[in-house]
């Protein structure tokens, strides 16, 4: 059986933007280690709404 880690909106912007030093290593090599990880759309639609109210400066790299 595969393992899928969802991740929560601030883990996500957090991961993708190397912001490292925002949580515990152990959770960094979990994520790495996963067969899986995905997003909820619920989190890209709150990054959408933050920043459309120009409560977040996103930056987010796609591979």
């Not at 190397?18 to 959770?27: A, E, G, I, Q, T």
């Given at each position: 059986?595969?393992?899928?880690?969802?991740?929560?909106?601030?883990?996500w912007l957090w991961f993708?933007?190397?912001?490292?030093?925002?949580?515990?290593?152990?959770?960094?090599?979990?994520?790495?280690?996963?067969?899986?990880v995905g997003i909820s759309?619920?989190?890209?639609?709150?990054?959408?709404?933050?920043?459309?109210?120009?409560?977040?400066?996103?930056?987010?790299?796609?591979?």
């Open positions: 059986m595969s393992e899928i880690i969802v991740l929560d909106t601030h883990i993708i933007n190397s912001n490292l030093d925002k949580f515990p290593s152990h959770w960094l090599s979990q994520i790495e280690a996963a067969s899986r759309p619920v989190s890209c639609y709150e990054v959408a709404l933050a920043h459309s109210r120009g409560r977040e400066r996103i930056v987010i790299y796609t591979c």
